[in-house]
């Protein structure tokens, strides 16, 4: 387990692993930490995504509690579940999509060619 600088903040030893109650706080707190907090959306559900206009990036359209609206940004990470027990992803249109798709557990294995190709984005 990696040294972690605030773990302190929750009452925990550097060496012992978060209990799951203090795990929320401890991850908005290193979201803060980075800088990422202000782009991290919760209780947030995807319902459709585009690729923008000239392919420099993606229309989002998003419901949350606050309402469904569309967000507009250069990169799109989809996460669909733990990173112990992959799961496949699947998308409408994914049969004619020109770019490849894959899930972090082909990153070892294929993560270099992924880097290379144009059709990444």
Known sequence: MLPDPLHHDFGVK????????????SLAE??????IYERIRSRTKALETDKA???NGWHLT???PAGQYTLVTKKLIVATG???QPQALQVKGQDSCNAPIA??????TDGPALLK???VT
């Open 14 to 25: 550097e060496i012992e692993y978060l209990p799951g109650t203090v795990v929320p706080d």
């Open 30 to 35: 290193h979201a803060k930490h980075w800088n």
């Open 53 to 55: 206009e000239g392919g």
């Open 62 to 64: 998003v419901s949350s």
């Open 82 to 84: 733990l990173t112990s």
């Open 103 to 108: 899930n972090t557990s082909q990153l070892a």
């Open 117 to 119: 190709d144009p059709g």
